[in-house]
Nanobody, 125 residues
Framework: QVQLVESGGGSVQAGGSLRLSCAAS????????MGWFRQAPGKEREGVGI???????LYADSVKGRFTISQDNAKKTLFLQMNSLKPEDTAIYYC???????????????????WGQGTQVTVSS
């Protein structure tokens, strides 16, 4: 089992920035691929981006150029730097660890087995 705990959410005005963190209880093969997802009210959970242990990333088109995923393997922490935030970025953000030992390079929830509790991000216009 891998436990994931997010932090860093909050409220910000459009154009602002936030940095989310996700602390993993341990690293296993299932943390070779980790990701960020989000869920807005009334909508399905959608992928924001994923990263593997080599630092290779994949982003959703909606956040490309604005969001950056990084990780500190020594501290077992995943980050999501969010810049130029828009009201449509408002959602609960979740970090996740993959079901598989390697990224399948797609943003689908079924590829991820372990989830954090989520952290709220609210962007006002």
């Amino acid at each position: 089992q891998v436990q994931l705990v997010e932090s860093g959410g909050g409220s910000v005005q459009a154009g602002g920035s936030l940095r989310l963190s996700c602390a993993a209880s341990k690293y296993t093969d299932m943390t070779n691929c980790m990701g960020w997802f989000r869920q807005a009210p009334g909508k399905e959970r959608e992928g924001v981006g994923i990263i593997d242990t080599f630092g290779t990333t994949l982003y959703a088109d909606s956040v490309k150029g604005r969001f950056t995923i990084s990780q500190d393997n020594a501290k077992k922490t995943l980050f999501l730097q969010m810049n130029s935030l828009k009201p449509e970025d408002t959602a609960i953000y979740y970090c996740a660890a993959a079901l598989y030992a390697r990224c399948r390079w797609r943003l689908v929830t079924s590829d991820f087995a372990y989830w954090g509790q989520g952290t709220q991000v609210t962007v006002s216009s």
